[in-house]
């Protein structure tokens, strides 16, 4: 069974009781935040090796490290083979910083995109910028609705249903 399927089924188990779960996944983000330190200290550094050599560089066990590639791969230039991956496999944790930042964001993992680590990546203008435009990113918009009466967006100067509504 690939490594990532194990993840999954510890992490998402519906049966697993959901105060034991509560403690998993708060484990888990504890873990997760050592490790996203230890990488924006030096973002442009590529760490790459086995899925066990990363676990043991970071002090990781196999299953949380197969959280964290699970988690950044959305995130890397070139994604991981998370499907298939097994502890032998050779990853690269080479990050898209912008899009890394976006999708913490997205992800509402405020003890994430708010890690004092990033104020040496972006400047706070640039941070506030990522974060509006990754909200605005999953915001519909809609379109005023426009009424036969109406003045023609066209800019004819004609009812909209004598111009552009016509059918």
């Given amino acids: 069974m690939a490594l990532l399927e194990q993840w999954q089924r510890i992490a998402y188990n519906q049966q697993t009781d959901k105060g034991e779960l509560k403690k998993f996944w708060e484990r888990y983000f504890l873990l997760e935040k050592k490790v996203y330190e230890q990488l924006l200290e030096n973002p442009d550094e590529v760490v790459e090796g086995t899925v066990r050599e990363l676990a043991d560089k970071y002090e990781l066990d196999i299953m949380a490290m197969t959280g964290f590639l699970d988690g950044i791969n959305d995130s890397l230039i070139t994604p991981n083979?998370?499907?298939?991956?097994?502890?032998?496999?050779?990853?690269?944790l080479a990050f898209d910083k912008e899009k890394l930042y976006k999708n913490m964001v997205d992800?509402?993992?405020?003890?994430?995109y708010e890690l004092?680590?990033?104020?040496?990546?972006?400047?706070?203008?640039?941070?506030?910028?990522?974060?509006?435009?990754?909200?605005?990113?999953?915001?519909?918009?809609?379109?005023?609705?426009?009424?036969?009466n109406d003045p023609c967006p066209c800019g004819s100067g004609k009812k909209y249903k004598k111009c552009c509504g016509r059918k």
């Fill in 81 to 92: 083979p998370i499907e298939e991956m097994e502890e032998d496999t050779h990853v690269s």
């Fill in 107 to 112: 992800a509402k993992a405020d003890w994430l």
């Fill in 116 to 148: 004092p680590q990033w104020e040496a990546i972006f400047d706070e203008e640039t941070r506030k910028a990522l974060y509006t435009e990754q909200k605005k990113s999953g915001t519909i918009v809609k379109e005023p609705k426009i009424y036969p």
